[in-house]
């Protein structure tokens, strides 16, 4: 009987242990980002994860010949942010730097939608607009990286 006490101790703080893997690996487990047409128009860009960011920058790439990005907004919780900012579309040929935080130290969204990207098609067809070198910054001086995200849109 002891040693099923023993076993059955032993399994219960093995059970325990794992428990408390888990969710070190779950606190740890890098935001994703996401893209999805938005209309015909524009793109917005959310992000999943098990918390918050204390800040988030990327490039935006697309085909310059194939269409313009015309605006980069922020939405939803991100927009109340002190810091959102982007390159100038204007002057961006193909690669749009992005991103916000606050000085406030008020923390992005861990999940829902960021920004909308907006753009005026210069051809009819298909295009992909792709999101890289996504860096989001945690507590402290820790940064994260985040794994690109494209998708393919329709041109009207």
Do not use: W
């Not at 002891?2 to 606190?27: D, F, K, P, W």
């Not at 959310?46 to 990327?58: D, K, N, V």
């Not at 922020?74 to 916000?100: C, E, Y």
């Not at 960021?114 to 860096?135: E, N």
Request: net charge positive.
């Amino acid at each position: 009987a002891r040693a099923m006490i023993r076993s059955a101790r032993q399994l219960g703080l093995t059970v325990l242990l794992a428990g408390c893997a888990s969710n070190a690996e779950q606190a740890t487990t890098p935001p994703q980002l996401r893209l999805q047409a938005n209309g015909s128009r524009a793109v917005e860009l959310s992000i999943t994860g098990t918390s918050a960011l204390r800040g988030l920058q990327a490039t935006l790439s697309y085909d310059p010949e194939q269409l313009i990005v015309t605006a980069v907004e922020a939405v939803d919780q991100l927009a109340r942010l002190d810091r959102v900012f982007s390159a100038d579309p204007n002057a961006a040929r193909g690669r749009l730097l992005f991103g916000a935080t606050d000085t406030r130290r008020v923390r992005l969204p861990a999940s829902g939608r960021l920004f909308v990207i907006a753009f005026t098609p210069r051809v009819v067809g298909k295009t992909s607009l792709a999101v890289h070198q996504a860096i989001g910054a945690l507590d402290g001086e820790n940064r994260v990286g985040i794994a690109d995200v494209e998708i393919e849109v329709e041109l009207q």
